[in-house]
């Protein structure tokens, strides 16, 4: 059984601080890390996809992977009330197989 | 571009009764999937289909067919639905498979009374 964990959350953040999200993965071949938000009623939407061991940025978020302990996470820097969603991370493990966590909900308070 | 799109948005279906759900995605892309999601159990997989003319099983295809019609449409079949089957249900496609992520449909939402 592939498994993709998250803290449900709700994760509650001032507006302006630094979100971190973190996701674990249970087998060790995943090859591919992925992030989507999901706002209430809509469909998830990509952010940001990660490959290989060590940090990748864009804008204000950063996705951080580490293969050896089997996590990745997601720090949405600066962070506004247009953030609040629901973020998915997704964990591919073979070509077109994708394993998805249930998410944490995001609370970015004014 | 419309990316991809989902008919219907909503729908209320009888135990028993059988409908399909439409997807068509204007990407050129090559991979379709659809995906179930349900409160606290995430999206899973119900088929997919890699490449015009093939589909596969997901982890949750019990009580569902699909069609790969062509390059563009993929369509999910419920033959006889189950108050189970109600959900949230995503169309989704993929460049590349699935190497650059997802490309969400808006969704159809199920209930089976």
């Known amino acids: 059984q592939k498994e993709v964990e998250q803290n449900s959350g709700p ?3 001032p507006e302006g601080a630094i979100a971190s999200l973190n996701c674990t993965y249970s087998d060790r071949g995943s090859q591919s890390f992925f992030w989507y938000r999901q706002y209430s009623g809509k469909s998830p939407e990509l952010i940001m996809f990660i490959y290989s061991n060590g940090d990748k940025e864009d804008g204000r978020f950063t996705a951080q992977l580490n293969k ?3 996590y990745v996470s997601l720090l949405i820097r600066d962070s506004q009330p247009s953030d ?3 973020y998915l991370c997704a964990v591919q493990y073979n070509f077109n197989k994708f394993y998805f966590g249930s998410g944490t909900k995001l609370n970015v308070k004014p | 571009n419309a990316g991809v799109t989902q ?3 909503f729908q209320v279906l009888k135990t028993g009764q059988s409908m399909t759900l439409q997807c068509a995605q204007d990407m050129n892309h090559n991979s379709m999937y659809w995906y179930r999601q349900d409160p606290g159990m995430g999206l899973r997989l119900i088929y997919y289909s890699a490449s015009e003319g093939t589909t596969d099983k ?3 295809p019990n009580g569902y067919n699909v069609s790969r019609l062509n390059k563009r449409e993929f369509s999910l079949r419920l033959e006889s639905a189950a108050p189970s089957q109600t959900s949230v ?3 989704a496609s993929s460049e590349s498979m699935g190497d650059y992520g997802y490309t969400f449909g808006s969704g159809t939402r199920l209930t089976v009374v």
């Open chain 2, 58 to 60: 997901g982890e949750v």
């Open chain 2, 7 to 9: 008919t219907p948005k």
């Open chain 1, 84 to 86: 609040s969603a629901t």
């Open chain 1, 68 to 70: 050896a302990s089997q």
């Open chain 1, 11 to 13: 994760l509650s953040v």
């Open chain 2, 89 to 91: 249900y995503f169309c």
